[in-house]
């Protein structure tokens, strides 16, 4: 059969409907009231200030761990499925069975067998133009950033536990004071998703400063990937989406050069 690159380019746009419903789900639950966060002011008498409480409310969707998988298992595939469609064009259809797109951190011996084996059956040109786009000559000095890398490290998670664990952080916060005088809060650290009602952080105004307030709180909440050994700290969708973009070029190049013709 001739090499076809309807399975690749539809891998790529599952995870781009994936992608999509991840967005949709986070969108909803940061922009549903009361979900995030929740913030009480009392007065404390003995200290003569105002004491402003900022805790969570509910836990993340569980859903948002899965579709997170969904997203980079479907781009690991389509690269896959790209080698095996070049090694189709090549008249080599067997080699299909062993064909795998190697991503690599370091050019190392091992990672060089690797490819040799996974590559069996690819045009010398399209081997050559896979090996460029390792992590490793793409951006050598942090090779770890590279989308590929990203994918790989992800899709292998996925494999093995329940997905890449996130959890939401607030940015900032702001604090509306009757008179108008604002104070910008920056909490440093996160709170753990799974207790429902747990204090976050805490401040306190002078009582004598402001007798009456009316506290409003704003909150910029970030989601962000933890234990993943390539992007702890980063928000989810931001880095997701250029790994869509990167995969959806690499197709769209390999076709330009004509490797599939």
Request: proline share 6%; hydrophobic share 40%.
């Amino acid at each position: 059969m001739p090499a076809n690159l309807k399975g690749v380019t539809g891998k790529v746009e599952q995870a781009q409907h994936h992608f999509d419903q991840l967005k949709e789900t986070i969108f909803a639950w940061v922009r549903t009231p009361g979900n995030a966060v929740w913030a009480s002011t009392v007065e404390d008498q003995t200290e003569g200030k105002h004491l402003t409480i900022v805790s969570q409310a509910t836990p993340l969707p569980p859903e948002i761990p899965f579709l997170i998988g969904d997203t980079v298992h479907n781009l690991r595939c389509a690269l896959d499925h790209l080698v095996c469609q070049l090694a189709i064009a090549a008249g080599n259809s067997v080699a299909c069975r062993d064909s795998h797109f190697p991503i690599g951190l370091a050019d190392s011996a091992q990672h060089t067998k690797n490819m040799a084996k996974w590559l069996t059956g690819v045009r010398p040109e399209a081997a050559t133009a896979i090996k460029t786009l390792q992590p490793y000559k793409r951006r050598p000095a942090d090779a770890k950033s590279d989308p590929l890398w990203r994918i790989h490290e992800l899709d292998n998670i996925d494999k093995h536990r329940m997905i890449v664990v996130v959890k939401p952080n607030i940015t900032h916060i702001q604090k509306a004071i009757a008179n108008g005088v604002e104070t910008i809060l920056r909490p440093t650290e996160t709170w753990d998703r799974e207790e429902k009602g747990a204090k976050i952080f805490g401040t306190s105004t002078p009582m004598g400063a402001h007798s009456e307030m009316d506290v409003g709180i704003q909150s910029s909440l970030g989601i962000l990937f933890q234990e993943t050994g390539c992007c702890d700290g980063e928000r989810v969708l931001p880095t997701l989406k250029p790994l869509i973009a990167d995969t959806r070029w690499i197709v769209n190049d390999f076709d330009g050069r004509g490797f599939f013709r």
